[in-house]
């Protein structure tokens, strides 16, 4: 258990459907992050969270929604995903944006079909 | 802009071989650097991380790195592995003063250790 906490850790989900993915932090850090992780390529930052205020977007399709309701926790909501949004995951958080010794959950497995 | 770049997908090793795991960036601004590990079916553990001083950081696990200025390096070493330490490694870089915590990650250099 690193402090960062995500569920579930496996998901199916049909291209219609709508689902959420949980990420819940009690480490007392400000910011949070979501990755994509995808087989042969580099992990993507999608969001970035600070004090509960997104500050990037990094170009994500808005199919991906993420919401922040507090410092302790991230969501992201999935809606139409294609089959290409297969991937893992990751909610990582911070004391501070860009210091870096991010802290990782243990991901999300999302299989889009 | 910041890049990374991991020279070696895979490497493969004897258990108790010395291994380095090659890490290049390039950036115009100064970084910080960090070695990550991601064993299977899990996130990703903080091994290191180079912030300012020494250019020589250890890290858990017996791993330790070198922060080369001049070269844009930050190689992962390990003197003697065990099996145990198979895993897909992770170099990263973000810069000072990065409001927006953009952490770069290289593709990651999958270490087999054999016995």
């Known amino acids: 258990e690193t402090g960062v906490t995500q569920t579930p850790r496996h998901l199916v989900m049909g291209m219609t459907n709508k689902k959420s993915l949980k990420c819940e932090q009690h480490?007392?850090?400000?910011?949070m992050y979501w990755y994509k992780q995808s087989a042969k390529k580099p992990l993507e930052l999608m969001f970035v969270?600070?004090?509960?205020?997104?500050?990037e977007n990094n170009s994500v399709p808005s199919r991906f929604s993420p919401e922040c309701p507090n410092s302790s926790h991230l969501f992201l909501h999935l809606h139409t995903l294609q089959p290409e949004d297969s991937a893992l995951y990751l909610c990582?958080?911070?004391?501070?944006?860009?210091?870096?010794?991010?802290?990782f959950g243990s991901g999300t497995r999302l299989t889009v079909v | 802009a910041q890049s990374v770049t991991q020279l070696d997908s895979q490497v493969p090793v004897f258990e108790e071989a010395p291994v380095e795991l090659r890490c290049n960036y390039s950036?115009?601004?100064?970084?910080?650097l960090f070695w990550y590990v991601q064993y299977p079916n899990q996130g990703l553990q903080l091994l290191l991380k180079?912030?300012?001083?020494?250019?020589l950081v250890k890290g858990i696990n017996g791993f330790e790195a070198e922060f080369n200025k001049s070269q844009t390096s930050f190689h992962l070493r390990k003197p003697s592995v065990h099996i145990s330490d198979t895993a897909e490694y992770f170099c990263?870089?973000?810069?000072?003063?990065?409001?927006?915590?953009?952490?770069?990650f290289g593709k990651g250099t999958k270490l087999s250790v054999k016995p």
């Open positions: 990582a958080s911070s004391q501070d944006v860009g210091v870096g010794g991010y802290t």
């Open positions: 480490l007392g850090h400000n910011a």
């Open positions: 969270y600070n004090f509960k205020e997104q500050t």
């Open positions: 950036s115009s601004v100064s970084v910080y």
């Open positions: 180079y912030l300012s001083g020494s250019t």
């Open positions: 990263a870089v973000s810069s000072y003063g990065g409001s927006q915590g953009n952490l770069i």
